[in-house]
């Protein structure tokens, strides 16, 4: 079976591994952040700043922003089709959905880089 790759159509299966994926990096990245406040004694500006002045934690936040994003786009998308019936509706809320998510995103990447 031949599948197009660049379509834009939803599929279950992708949604299905990508909203787990999502969920596996912000729960690492969550259980890494209580790591750190539990194993940091007083957290001061100069250690929140170390903390997120290397590559692999700006790299590693932006992953978790990122599928925060992704996370709440499927996830809006399948409880708004279950449940708002009405197709305008729907498009108005997604559409406001995805661009706070968005702006999330810019945001963190403005914060973390400042660019």
């Known amino acids: 079976m031949l599948t197009n790759q660049a379509s834009f159509k939803r599929d279950g299966v992708q949604d299905y591994v990508t909203v787990r994926a999502t969920a596996i990096i912000m729960t690492v990245f969550s259980l890494y952040m209580a790591w750190f406040f539990l194993s940091t004694e007083t957290v001061t500006y100069e250690i929140w700043r170390g903390l997120f002045s290397s590559l692999g ?32 509706l729907r498009a108005v ?17 403005f914060v973390l880089w400042g660019l």
Request: aromatic fraction near 18%; charged fraction near 10%; glycine fraction near 6%.
């Open 57 to 88: 934690m700006k790299v590693f936040t932006f992953a978790a922003l990122v599928s925060v994003m992704l996370h709440i786009r499927i996830g809006f998308w399948q409880v708004l089709t279950d449940y708002v019936k009405s197709t305008g």
């Open 93 to 109: 809320v997604q559409f406001f959905i995805n661009l706070v998510a968005f702006v999330y995103v810019a945001v963190g990447l």
